[in-house]
């Protein structure tokens, strides 16, 4: 009966009827462009965690910018491509997956509502790691300080990751995938910041722990 953590990068998956304890759902987005760009770099740069790129990815070697890629019309740095959050927090539905598709941002919008114990952004590591250290407090106690530790200076970082230009990030905001990404983004922001107030306001003066658990249980209440 001991915890079991699942971790990796999949789509939300809506918990079924027959499923006695629904799982608890944690995730973290970042802002649009800025996770775009540095996983566009990631492929075709060395970072500090695997220096040995050649056996990652086909990119490896490439000194060709992003700005440069968005110029000629490359492969991976259009508009379309910053499409990945909303699909993710969508689901599995195939018109999670069309670009700009209005359905899926309202569906991922619901779902972090609705189903995510925790949503936070990469933007405000440390914050998000506080709050989850007291949504479960018995999963997580000192690792926190740890994790808190390795955000403060990351594992990996990306060498020679060249900052897109005024221009590029102009294009970008122009389009209508970056618009609705950004829309979520900044959703997912402000809910995380109410997540946050309600947390430590449950936490202080004379509110007792069951209290809190209540608040807890209604954000991943599914009814």
């Not at 990796?8 to 996770?35: D, E």
């Not at 695997?50 to 259009?78: I, L, M, P």
């Not at 709050?131 to 970082?157: D, H, K, Y």
């Amino acid at each position: 009966m001991r915890p079991a953590l699942v971790h990796g990068h999949f789509a939300f998956i809506y918990p079924t009827l027959s499923t006695q304890r629904p799982p608890i759902y944690i995730n973290m987005i970042r802002r649009p462009l800025a996770r775009l760009v540095s996983y566009w770099y990631f492929l075709r740069q060395p970072d500090t965690y695997n220096k040995d790129r050649q056996k990652v990815s086909k990119y490896v070697g490439s000194t060709e910018t992003f700005d440069e890629c968005v110029k000629k019309h490359g492969k991976g740095c259009a508009p379309e491509d910053l499409w990945v959050q909303i699909p993710y927090f969508c689901g599995h539905h195939a018109d999670c997956w069309k670009p700009g598709n209005a359905w899926a941002l309202q569906q991922a919008r619901e779902n972090v509502v609705r189903h995510y114990l925790l949503v936070g952004v990469t933007e405000e590591m440390g914050a998000f790691l506080t709050v989850l250290q007291q949504a479960l407090p018995g999963l997580i106690q000192g690792e926190a300080g740890l994790l808190e530790a390795q955000a403060a200076s990351p594992l990996r970082q990306t060498y020679n990751k060249t900052p897109p230009s005024k221009s590029t990030v102009d294009l970008f905001h122009q389009s209508q995938v970056w618009q609705m990404e950004n829309e979520f983004y900044e959703f997912v922001l402000n809910h995380f910041h109410y997540v946050q107030k309600m947390t430590f306001e449950l936490n202080n003066g004379d509110v007792n722990n069951n209290i809190q658990r209540k608040f807890w249980i209604e954000q991943v209440d599914l009814k």
